[in-house]
């Protein structure tokens, strides 16, 4: 029996090796990144174009399939990535800073998306979005609380956002909420009167 000698075992190993990791998946999944946004993209809860209406947009990787799915709103966003059965197969998620775009027509580009979990939301606010009363995400909690000062609401994390929450989403704060809420709810009183009109670009 022919002994494989020392340089063999050598010459062998790293062969042996690049074979492993290409047959247990070595090949790894191009990176989820926020995507352009085209006219002809609709959203994926209430299905209209998400060309032509005010207000920030979302994107949300899933399992399965090859580009986000799109939401023309963030209230359309949250109340799908808050569906228990949706949850399992959410993967990277995008909303559009609103310190980036112009509110009356949001920007298409990809650099205006921000990392969804790591923003803060302005709820209870005055400006419009595609589908009525929307949440303002912004990249810093300072530029949400600037935000709040200028037009009123309140501020909440990606993680404080309840589907309780997104049903009192209102163009000012609600006469009541679910209990975990009131604290917020009085921060949203205790604001001054906000102004409605909508900025072209809300300061960051």
């Given at each position: ?46 299905g209209m174009y998400l060309d032509g209406s005010p207000g920030p947009r979302a994107e949300a990787w899933v399992t399965g399939r090859a580009k986000p799915l799109m939401f023309d709103s963030t209230r359309d966003f949250f109340a799908y990535v808050l569906q228990p059965e949706n949850q399992p197969d959410l993967q990277e998620l995008f909303v559009q800073d609103s310190a980036r ?104």
């Amino acid at each position: 029996m022919r002994i494989p000698s020392a340089m063999s075992f050598r010459a062998v190993v790293p062969a042996l090796a690049l074979t492993l990791l290409v047959g247990c998946g070595g090949s790894t999944a191009p990176a989820q990144h926020a995507v352009d946004i085209h006219p002809d993209d609709t959203c994926a809860v209430c299905g209209m174009y998400l060309d032509g209406s005010p207000g920030p947009r979302a994107e949300a990787w899933v399992t399965g399939r090859a580009k986000p799915l799109m939401f023309d709103s963030t209230r359309d966003f949250f109340a799908y990535v808050l569906q228990p059965e949706n949850q399992p197969d959410l993967q990277e998620l995008f909303v559009q800073d609103s310190a980036r775009i112009d509110w009356r027509q949001p920007a298409h580009a990809a650099i205006s998306f921000i990392d969804a979990r790591r923003a803060s939301y302005v709820a209870w606010q005055p400006l419009p979005g595609s589908m009525g009363p929307t949440l303002a995400p912004f990249a810093t909690r300072a530029a949400a609380a600037a935000f709040v000062r200028e037009h009123g609401g309140a501020v909440f994390g990606f993680d404080e956002i309840t589907p309780a929450l997104v049903a009192t989403l209102d163009y000012r704060c609600p006469a009541r909420v679910a209990a975990d809420d009131g604290q917020r709810r009085q921060q949203c009183l205790a604001q001054p009167a906000p102004s409605t009109g909508l900025p072209a670009h809300p300061n960051p």
